[in-house]
């Protein structure tokens, strides 16, 4: 089987194969999601994620089917109104597509793809600001300090992190954030088919005073619904049941690898690449600020070169993520997650510099 | 393993495990939903249940992650002020609460617990009628006849029938219902994850209407969002692919044993422990009414009999579904899903028979 470095269903995580044996062996798919063994399961994954990703108290984990779910009821439940979104690619633009199809005022402010963001002049009035951390499309990180900034600025707004193609790999300060979340088939190299929902208090409160208002919130995926089930560690319908399971298990295994050697190696790794970039003669980095260029979607301008270098790379068993759009015949992407060995990116960066 | 009757998660089908090896063998939990892999999982799926259900053109097939999120998106997209929902259990119930939930006029019409409905006086107006084909909670099927009267009598109000925990053994005439939906965990044996919504020409017209009338319909699972992507063999969002696959499998496999053999052998369980029950000093069928009682979900009054009757199974590696509710204890259910073999009916009857 090749590795592949498309960003996205991801590589799976090198132990999911033996934790869904271990799944079958244990009747995991058949439990009913209101024993005491979907319970633990649900404490489990969540626990887990708080100590890898320092989770404070006061934020609630919640699972939906898919991120784009979550785009979909972050908007329903935080928004009345007026809703702010900063658009550098593809999948920020949808999150704010999704706001305009829910008949909210979405504001854009947007950067040129592959670039960090100048303007920062968010409407007065906004009650949500959306970032997209990590924009898979092009492979512009936001830094933290942009992150950090609208708390201060805009303390009416909920500051809402779109955090998909990066977690588990960055830090964030979650007193500077109100909503953090992401889906299980990027880095954590799991099948798709589940969304992770962070929201502290803030976004409860925002929740039940749009439901006082008459604002519909939806149904059983509205918040408070989502939060009277996550504090009894249930969930209000029959949720991906395997989808959590694994993800608790991987958690686990990342926990005793420790967060900090994640982090460490994936820097290494994006280094790795990077330098080879650098000196390629056939494909240079398409994000120019150092600042911007994301760690877990490393993005290649390849030009004239991209089949060389495709099958350049699959003849040594490795497989390019192509370019995302209208760039999909002149760029490569490839995710920088933690189911990529070092020796694997070793391998990557080595080809791509031999070639000319 | 012991052999689960509870009515739902189910049993898994038993091959479902070996489509799981062959599914990571081929990597499927690491294909992009854009991929042409993909499209012939999704088309094989869907071609396969349309042959397997009997659905006719005319009748789209979407994916959403539970039925439960279509208890939800069909309310969003199919009613403007006015549905009705036929309620005599917990799920069908619940269906009418989601319709509250999302502000709509939802009219009740209710039958005691266990039997069928007497009232049948749907309010003028009503844009959508609620159907319940299979009451998990009691063990209550519609009949056939009781679906079908509506579409005559009420020609302006959609037919959205719930057959969660009784596809694929029911037949339905398409001709007298617009829309029909369930989830994979139930008759078809899969784990949790995944819901199938079959919908007409006439759902998409009328969410077509209520977005041109500025109804929120939603975003990524609008009916016209869903069938835009369908129509490609795609999906809006990152679905669960691994669940797509295996239902593709599974309905392949429910193909080459045949519909009629389903049937017929569903038929054959359900008389067999339906008789046990009548001659049981222990327990009795909780639903009188022959006309009334399900041939998928079998519901039993256990009373004080209730713990030695579940003993009596467990110390033959069978366990029962408890009571639903206020029931729980003095109840119990027995699934009849095409994963349970004739052979274990038997067993079950048996030494539910044998008990005194």
Redesign the interface.
């Known amino acids: ?1 090749p590795v ?1 470095f ?1 960003p ?5 995580y090198f132990t ?2 033996d934790h ?1 044996k271990s799944a ?1 062996r244990e ?1 995991i ?5 209101r024993s005491k063994t979907f319970e633990h399961t649900f404490q489990s994954a969540t626990e887990g994620l708080r100590a890898l990703l320092g989770i404070p108290g006061g934020f609630h984990i919640f699972f ?6 979550i ?2 009821r972050s ?1 329903q439940n935080l928004v009345e109104h007026q809703c702010v979104h900063f658009v550098n690619g593809s999948f920020s633009k949808r999150y704010w ?2 706001a305009l ?3 909210k005022q979405a504001q854009k402010i947007e950067a040129p793809l592959g670039q960090a963001f100048a303007d920062v002049q968010v409407e007065a009035g906004a009650e949500l600001i959306a970032l997209t951390h990590n924009e898979t499309s092009t492979g512009v990180a936001l830094p933290m300090d942009f992150i950090n900034q609208f708390k201060a600025s805009h303390p009416q707004a909920l500051v809402v992190v779109d955090a998909v193609s990066s977690l588990p790999y960055p830090q964030f300060d979650f007193s500077k954030i109100d909503s953090l979340f992401f ?1 299980v ?1 990027k880095g954590f190299g ?5 969304g992770v929902w962070i929201a502290n208090e803030a976004c409860l409160t925002r929740a039940e005073a749009l439901q006082k208002n ?1 604002v ?1 919130i ?5 918040l408070p619904s989502l939060y009277a089930n996550a504090k009894k560690n249930q969930t ?8 959590i399971y694994l993800l608790a298990k991987v958690v686990n295994d990342m926990l005793q690898k420790g967060i900090d050697a994640i982090r460490r190696e994936t820097d290494y790794k994006a280094a790795v690449l990077y330098q080879a970039l650098a000196k390629s003669s056939v494909a240079l980095p398409f994000v120019a600020d150092v600042n911007a260029r994301s760690k877990t979607v490393i993005v290649a301008n390849t030009g004239d070169h991209t089949t060389k270098i495709s099958e350049a790379l699959n003849r040594k068993g490795m497989l390019a993520g192509s370019g995302y759009g209208e760039l999909k015949a002149s760029q490569l992407r490839f995710a920088n997650f933690p189911t990529h060995s070092k020796e694997q990116y070793e391998m990557l960066a080595d080809t791509i510099e031999a070639l000319t």
Not at 190 to 194: E, F, K, S, V
């Open positions: 089987m592949t498309a996205g269903p991801s590589h799976l999911v194969e869904i079958f009747g798919p058949s439990i009913s999601h939906t089917s898919s991120a784009t779910e785009w979909d908007i597509e999704i199809q829910l008949n889906s088939q799991l099948p798709a088919g589940l008459g519909q939806g149904s059983y995926h509205n209000t319908e029959t949720p991906n049941v395997l989808g």
